[in-house]
């Protein structure tokens, strides 16, 4: 670790890294794509004129400059929306469009989703992708890759969450380069063309094919979408029971085309041609077959994006390998990292990306040393010696990026990853057995019985871990400096146990201090704070007062429900506090020196004491709202999403008539009164 901390191409990479996240977080550049060529122009005049007068520490000091600069320039050059014929200048009313379909997304529970490029605007030629949303019918197919629909669409900004700490579907879709979604039914379209070539699309139809030979066989539901993700990278056939158990489990890897399974593909490949490692011209041979391989296997996965991103990494480890020098692999990922970024520089705040390095760095660096603790003679425990060394080293990689997004640990990983990954090799080889003999018709039904067979285990296996709910750890709060500084105690500590140096021993315990000391400020912080908050939820209403370390929520949800909504659950992890729940609901409530009022379905509000309130319309109450406010003159009007919509939009336009601030949570989000 410590010589590949002076491998120059990596402290390029960590400029570019820097400059992706400047331009990400600041949208600072926006002085055009010809004023950033001449800005490249000049660094490259004066990396030469360092390099002529010699200047050696002048060179690397511009280069790192150099590198945050690209970094910058490719986040602007590949948004979209910096180009002149980006689809949002030509939007006007009753417009007309073209939309191409890149990508078949998963269903939600009413829409089929699609990603689509906007492809025209009436005689417009345009970029710029947008998210389809098309209701579910029964009658109406599930649209293609490379489809083309004329439609008069209306484009609609994406909300973000609406709830404190809740997933922000929009700020995923914006990383995707995503800001408008349209809903159109099955009529308001046509199919009027389609792409005239696409990698994608000629992927996506060989994928149907196999999809379509394999159905012509007995698999049972379950099993064909698991066959589907596995081999196919499609997880749209997968029940949420079933996705839930394998996270739970602790191997929701193992359902997903990623590093795992291409790993396990190489190595294999490995083994096949190793006795093409007699020669450097047969270790060429040998290496341009697996890459040949490994992308054929990316074009069956359908060249999705985590699929892409994997075979391009380890790309580079086969060429890595093939040249038998020591840190070769380390180097090799550090060039695919660094590639990658160039072409899809938003690929930094993917959390496949994220992982998929984290975890294979995690095995190069720690594995290896874990491995040479015990070596067992007896060939059976060393090759489960050598598994459990590798998920224990890759666990250290990911546990605390884990814990920031998911929240959660199964504490019988080992267990789940012990018993499946050494079956993966001959199920993914199984598999793509199953799908050759399937395309020639010619799949005996005893392979399909015994294929499926080994699949239901499997799933049964998963299932059985994820019931097992002693041992998964839920709820766990990790904040993204948190999460930093447990990766130096990682780290530190890592170089200590295989460097007992004093230097590396105090850099360990520094990082514990850190970690220490931000979980008594955040104790501190969270003990300060008092809040009044007007949760969003649909047809029901939620409040809740948070006094230090614990929200008291009032509620019209029974008993069991409120204990599992998601929305409360969020809060308490993201802010790591108690919930109380109150058994019934005042209709005043005091905040500091703020009253609040709640008028709910029986639109009682004449109290005397009151004096300029907040007022919070809960469950439709029938009044005239003119009245209310010439009585009570309140300083805001709070309505809740347990509120007819046609209720909530009269009472906005009641509001700008009387000059009354006014507030929609299921518009403007939960609305939060702080001391």
């Given at each position: 670790?410590?010589?590949?901390?002076?491998?120059?191409?990596?402290?390029?990479?960590?400029?570019?890294?820097?400059?992706?996240?400047?331009?990400?977080?600041?949208?600072?550049?926006?002085?055009?794509?010809?004023?950033?060529?001449?800005?490249?122009?000049f660094?490259?005049?004066?990396?030469?004129?360092?390099?002529q007068?010699?200047?050696?520490?002048?060179?690397?000091?511009?280069?790192?400059?150099f590198?945050?600069?690209?970094?910058?320039?490719?986040?602007?050059?590949?948004?979209?929306?910096?180009r002149?014929?980006?689809?949002?200048?030509?939007?006007?009313?009753?417009?007309?469009?073209?939309?191409?379909?890149?990508?078949?997304?998963?269903?939600?529970?009413?829409?089929?989703?699609?990603?689509?490029?906007?492809?025209?605007?009436?005689?417009?030629?345009?970029?710029?992708?947008?998210?389809?949303?098309?209701?579910?019918?029964?009658?109406?197919?599930?649209?293609?890759?490379?489809?083309?629909?004329?439609?008069?669409?209306?484009?609609i900004?994406?909300?973000?969450?609406?709830?404190?700490?809740?997933f922000?579907?929009?700020?995923?879709?914006?990383?995707?380069?995503?800001?408008?979604?349209?809903?159109?039914?099955?009529?308001?379209?046509?199919?009027v063309?389609?792409?005239?070539?696409?990698?994608?699309?000629?992927?996506?139809?060989?994928?149907?094919?196999?999809?379509?030979?394999l159905k012509?066989y007995?698999?049972?539901?379950?099993?064909?979408?698991?066959?589907?993700?596995l081999?196919?990278?499609?997880?749209?056939?997968?029940?949420?029971?079933?996705?839930?158990?394998?996270?739970?489990?602790?191997a929701?890897?193992?359902?997903?085309?990623?590093?795992?399974?291409?790993?396990?593909?190489?190595?294999?490949?490995?083994?096949?041609?190793?006795?093409?490692?007699?020669?450097?011209?047969?270790?060429?041979?040998?290496?341009?077959?697996?890459?040949?391989l490994?992308?054929?296997?990316?074009?069956?996965?359908?060249?999705?994006?985590?699929?892409?991103?994997?075979?391009?990494?380890?790309?580079?480890?086969?060429?890595g390998q093939?040249?038998?020098?020591?840190?070769?692999?380390?180097?090799?990922?550090?060039?695919?990292?660094?590639?990658?970024?160039?072409?899809?520089?938003?690929?930094?705040?993917?959390?496949?990306?994220?992982?998929?390095?984290?975890?294979?760095?995690?095995?190069?660096?720690?594995?290896?040393?874990?491995?040479?603790?015990?070596?067992?003679?007896?060939?059976?425990?060393?090759?489960?010696?050598?598994?459990?060394?590798?998920?224990?080293?890759?666990?250290?990689?990911?546990?605390?990026?884990?814990?920031?997004?998911?929240?959660?640990?199964?504490?019988?990983?080992?267990?789940?990853?012990?018993?499946?990954?050494?079956?993966?090799g001959?199920?993914?080889?199984?598999?793509?057995?199953?799908?050759?003999?399937?395309?020639?018709?010619?799949?005996?039904q005893?392979?399909?019985?015994?294929?499926?067979?080994?699949?239901?285990?499997?799933?049964?296996?998963?299932?059985?871990?994820?019931?097992?709910?002693?041992?998964?750890?839920?709820?766990?709060?990790?904040?993204?400096?948190?999460?930093?500084?447990w990766?130096?105690?990682?780290?530190?500590?890592?170089?200590?146990?295989?460097k007992?140096?004093?230097?590396?021993?105090?850099?360990?315990?520094?990082?514990?201090?850190?970690?220490?000391?931000?979980?008594?400020?955040?104790?501190?912080?969270?003990?300060?704070?008092?809040?009044?908050?007007?949760?969003?939820?649909?047809?029901?209403?939620?409040?809740?007062?948070?006094?230090?370390?614990?929200?008291?929520?009032?509620?019209?949800?029974?008993?069991?429900?409120?204990?599992?909504?998601?929305?409360?659950?969020?809060?308490?992890?993201?802010?790591v506090?108690?919930?109380?729940?109150?058994?019934?609901?005042?209709?005043?409530f005091?905040?500091?020196?703020?009253?609040?009022?709640?008028?709910?379905?029986?639109?009682?509000?004449?109290?005397?004491?009151?004096?300029?309130?907040?007022?919070?319309l809960?469950?439709?109450?029938?009044?005239?709202?003119?009245?209310?406010?010439?009585?009570?003159?309140?300083?805001?009007?709070?309505?809740?999403?347990?509120?007819?919509?046609?209720?909530?939009?009269?009472?906005?336009?009641?509001?700008?008539?009387?000059?009354?601030?006014?507030?929609?949570?299921?518009k403007?989000?939960?609305?939060?009164?702080?001391?």
């Open positions: 670790m410590e010589k590949l901390l002076k491998y120059l191409p990596f402290h390029f990479l960590l400029c570019l890294i820097i400059g992706i996240s400047i331009q990400y977080y600041t949208n600072g550049w926006q002085f055009g794509a010809q004023k950033l060529s001449f800005l490249a122009i660094f490259m005049l004066i990396l030469v004129l360092f390099i007068l010699k200047k050696k520490k002048l060179f690397t000091f511009s280069s790192w400059i590198f945050v600069f690209i970094g910058v320039s490719i986040v602007y050059i590949s948004d979209k929306r910096n002149t014929n980006y689809y949002k200048a030509y939007l006007y009313e009753n417009v007309t469009a073209i939309l191409t379909i890149d990508k078949v997304l998963k269903s939600g529970n009413y829409y089929d989703k699609y990603e689509a490029e906007v492809s025209q605007i009436n005689e417009e030629k345009t970029v710029g992708k947008v998210l389809l949303n098309i209701p579910k019918d029964s009658l109406q197919k599930t649209l293609n890759v490379d489809d083309k629909l004329f439609l008069k669409p209306s484009f900004a994406l909300t973000p969450s609406l709830n404190p700490h809740q922000n579907y929009k700020e995923y879709l914006v990383k995707q380069g995503i800001y408008h979604q349209v809903f159109v039914n099955n009529q308001e379209f046509k199919i063309d389609k792409r005239n070539f696409s990698l994608q699309g000629l992927a996506a139809k060989a994928r149907v094919e196999i999809q379509n030979s012509k007995n698999f049972k539901e379950e099993e064909y979408a698991v066959i589907n993700a081999l196919l990278g499609q997880r749209q056939d997968i029940s949420k029971e079933l996705i839930n158990d394998y996270s739970r489990a602790g929701i890897h193992i359902l997903a085309v990623s590093g795992l399974h291409v790993g396990i593909v190489l190595l294999i490949l490995n083994w096949l041609f190793k006795r093409l490692d007699t020669s450097k011209l047969s270790r060429v041979f040998k290496t341009i077959l697996i890459i040949t490994l992308w054929m296997f990316a074009f069956i996965a359908g060249l999705s994006a985590s699929v892409v991103r994997a075979v391009t990494m380890f790309t580079f480890v086969a060429i093939s040249f038998k020098r020591k840190r070769i692999v380390e180097h090799s990922l550090i060039t695919s990292i660094f590639l990658l970024l160039l072409v899809k520089p938003l690929l930094l705040f993917d959390v496949g990306f994220q992982l998929s390095y984290l975890a294979v760095f995690g095995i190069i660096w720690v594995q290896p040393k874990l491995y040479s603790l015990w070596q067992p003679k007896v060939v059976i425990l060393d090759k489960g010696w050598q598994l459990f060394t590798v998920s224990i080293a890759a666990q250290m990689g990911v546990l605390p990026i884990s814990l920031y997004y998911f929240h959660q640990f199964p504490g019988l990983f080992l267990l789940s990853n012990l018993v499946i990954i050494p079956f993966l001959a199920i993914l080889i199984g598999g793509i057995i199953v799908i050759i003999l399937s395309l020639f018709e010619v799949l005996p005893f392979i399909v019985e015994t294929y499926g067979a080994i699949i239901s285990l499997m799933n049964t296996f998963v299932s059985w871990i994820s019931k097992q709910e002693s041992f998964l750890f839920s709820e766990i709060s990790m904040s993204g400096v948190l999460m930093l500084s990766y130096f105690v990682i780290i530190f500590g890592f170089l200590f146990f295989i007992k140096r004093p230097k590396n021993f105090i850099l360990w315990l520094i990082s514990i201090v850190l970690v220490q000391s931000l979980f008594i400020f955040n104790d501190f912080q969270k003990n300060k704070k008092h809040e009044f908050i007007v949760f969003h939820k649909n047809k029901k209403s939620v409040l809740g007062e948070r006094v230090g370390d614990t929200l008291y929520v009032f509620h019209n949800l029974d008993t069991a429900m409120i204990k599992q909504e998601k929305v409360l659950i969020s809060y308490k992890v993201g802010e506090i108690n919930l109380k729940y109150e058994t019934t609901s005042p209709s005043i005091q905040f500091k020196n703020q009253q609040i009022i709640v008028v709910d379905s029986l639109g009682i509000y004449k109290v005397d004491s009151l004096k300029n309130p907040i007022v919070i809960q469950n439709s109450p029938k009044i005239n709202l003119e009245r209310l406010i010439d009585t009570l003159n309140p300083k805001e009007i709070i309505a809740n999403g347990s509120n007819y919509k046609s209720y909530i939009a009269s009472w906005r336009e009641t509001c700008r008539y009387k000059k009354t601030p006014f507030y929609a949570t299921g403007d989000g939960a609305y939060v009164l702080r001391n």
